[in-house]
């Protein structure tokens, strides 16, 4: 009887640590950029991450990034490297580590950092003459919206 009294508490709190993402300011990179564990603590939906992929307001991957399986999706771009065949040389922990932050994989890139909320240079307001506020953003896209992305790279294996 015990023992079922510890594994319900063992499982209560391993979701109630799945539940609680990690917050831009909490990710963890490893020295490449990678990150191990999920952001959101739930496996990616694919189907979701190519909708983000080809969102404009989300994160319009296709703007920069050509993928055949989104050819649906109207001009792609040809600033970033080609997806096509990515999950053949690319581990989930280190596509999570790009798509939050690319800057930690590839230093100059011109890729946004899509879970990032602070450290930004800012601009003055032009038409007031006002400074910037100085608070923190919001992160272009969520924990689970990285998982999401993920999981659609994953699927974009070679033939």
Same mark, same amino acid.
């Given at each position: 009887?015990?023992?079922? +009294?510890?594994?319900?508490? /063992?499982?209560?709190? =391993?979701?109630? *640590?799945?539940?609680?993402?990690?917050?831009? @300011? &909490? $990710?963890?990179?490893?020295?490449?950029?990678?990150?191990?564990?999920?952001?959101?603590?739930?496996?990616?939906?694919?189907?979701?991450?190519?909708?983000?992929?080809?969102?404009? +307001?989300?994160?319009?991957? /296709?703007?920069?990034? =050509?993928?055949? *399986?989104?050819?649906?999706?109207?001009?792609? @771009? &040809? $600033?970033?490297?080609?997806?096509?065949?990515?999950?053949?040389?690319?581990?989930?922990?280190?596509?999570?580590?790009?798509?939050?932050?690319?800057?930690?994989?590839?230093?100059?890139?011109?890729?946004?950092?899509?879970?990032?909320?602070?450290?930004?240079?800012?601009?003055?307001?032009?038409?007031? @003459?006002?400074?910037?506020?100085?608070?923190?953003?919001?992160?272009?896209?969520?924990?689970?919206?990285?998982?999401?992305?993920?999981?659609?790279?994953?699927?974009?294996?070679?033939?």
């Amino acid at each position: 009887m015990k023992l079922t +009294g510890i594994s319900a508490a /063992v499982v209560i709190c =391993a979701t109630a *640590a799945i539940a609680n993402p990690i917050t831009p @300011g &909490e $990710v963890q990179f490893d020295e490449y950029g990678a990150i191990a564990a999920s952001l959101s603590g739930t496996d990616g939906d694919a189907a979701n991450g190519a909708k983000i992929m080809t969102n404009r +307001g989300k994160g319009n991957c /296709v703007a920069c990034h =050509a993928v055949t *399986a989104l050819n649906d999706a109207p001009f792609h @771009g &040809e $600033v970033g490297p080609s997806l096509d065949g990515i999950a053949d040389y690319r581990s989930a922990e280190e596509l999570r580590g790009i798509v939050a932050n690319a800057k930690m994989t590839f230093e100059g890139s011109v890729m946004p950092a899509f879970y990032k909320t602070s450290g930004f240079i800012r601009p003055g307001d032009g038409y007031t @003459g006002k400074g910037a506020k100085e608070e923190d953003l919001s992160p272009i896209l969520t924990a689970q919206e990285i998982e999401d992305v993920v999981a659609f790279l994953l699927t974009l294996k070679g033939s």
